[in-house]
């Protein structure tokens, strides 16, 4: 099966990876079904399940009962909905199922809230190419928000058959990353058989990173259909940017979602940090000083085995910038509860 259907033929909760979701089948009145939330738009859904294809909002006792962006459906997340129409054509969502996994980040804006990526996402696909300058600190980032939200990143290096994929592989491996790293050629797909497997038993795989890297070639490919715009390439030799909002796809043994491609991204938490960075959170053990910032302290055993060589510098930079961004946010989002809470009493006064 390519892409996800346009008809309004049910689809199986299992072809859309229900088997992978680990809780048991909620009690549904007549009237309502389960799907997964397809695509999302600004106040709006699309769905997909057994009993089709949906438009979809949100109904007024889910809306009523959340705190916080994170209680809002996202792509890759379950839902349950009213069968019949509460809004001209479209359904509502009644309930977001438990989530096993998600990918946040903090949202863009000058609001420190969150915002979830992607929901029960087995595979973050971090996607940089050969004919791109590398950029450690982001692909660390993504690794960040992977690991933190319970989701197994890989990195694929695309384009190999522009050469340098097998150097940029071992610069990875040099710089401390960990995870499994797959190098492929998007436009040929009998050399994408490594992240086909990643498919396997329906999975589902979120595939993200810069733009150009040629994330909606790949993504065509795993489901079997050009669902997706691709771009040309300027003279340089980068792609143009074509995806333009995140979407869940149905492939052969699996779930794709596709998603723009970005320039930066802002971690939400210290989730993932550990992780991504254990060298570091290792050596941290041995400090003389529980709360060691890793800077200037004495006796902090993390800068004595970056002096040894033990641990990469450019590491211990990245880690280093995203703890101090992290206390950071912190404390912007207390300063925004409280201006919130001020705002509220203004109001009610």
Request: charged share 25%; glycine share 8%; with cysteine.
């Amino acid at each position: 099966m390519s892409g996800y259907p346009v008809s309004n033929a049910g689809t199986p909760l299992d072809l859309l990876g229900w088997n992978r979701q680990g809780i048991a089948h909620p009690d549904l009145r007549e009237d309502q079904g389960i799907s997964r939330v397809v695509v999302e738009h600004r106040g709006a859904y699309e769905l997909l399940g057994p009993s089709g294809s949906h438009e979809a909002i949100l109904d007024t006792s889910l809306r009523e009962q959340a705190h916080d962006p994170t209680d809002y459906p996202a792509v890759g997340d379950w839902v349950s909905h009213t069968l019949n129409p509460i809004d001209n054509r479209r359904v509502g969502i009644t309930e977001v199922l438990p989530r096993r996994s998600r990918v946040l980040r903090r949202a863009s804006g000058s609001a420190p809230v969150p915002q979830v990526v992607g929901a029960n996402i087995d595979v973050l696909a971090v996607v940089v190419s050969t004919d791109q300058d590398l950029d450690e600190n982001l692909i660390e980032r993504y690794l960040v928000t992977a690991e933190g939200g319970g989701v197994s990143p890989v990195v694929i290096v695309n384009k190999s058959d522009l050469g340098g994929a097998e150097e940029i592989r071992e610069q990875l491996v040099q710089r401390g990353v960990r995870c499994p790293i797959l190098l492929t050629n998007a436009h040929k797909g009998e050399e994408l058989n490594e992240v086909a497997e990643l498919l396997d038993g329906g999975a589902t795989l979120a595939v993200t990173g810069a733009s150009g890297v040629g994330k909606s070639t790949l993504v065509n490919q795993l489901v079997g259909d050009p669902m997706l715009a691709t771009g040309s390439v300027d003279s340089e030799g980068s792609g143009r940017h074509t995806t333009v909002r995140r979407e869940l796809l149905v492939a052969e043994h699996g779930v794709v979602i596709d998603t723009p491609g970005l320039r930066e991204v802002q971690i939400w938490d210290d989730a993932g940090l550990d992780e991504v960075f254990n060298e570091i959170a290792q050596a941290a053990m041995n400090c003389k000083f529980a709360d060691c910032s890793h800077r200037d302290e004495p006796d902090c055993a993390v800068t004595a085995a970056c002096n040894n060589k033990e641990i990469d510098a450019d590491r211990l930079r990245s880690y280093l910038a995203l703890c101090h961004e992290v206390y950071e946010l912190s404390d912007e989002i207390e300063e925004y509860q409280r201006s919130q809470r001020r705002r509220r009493d203004s109001r009610s006064s």
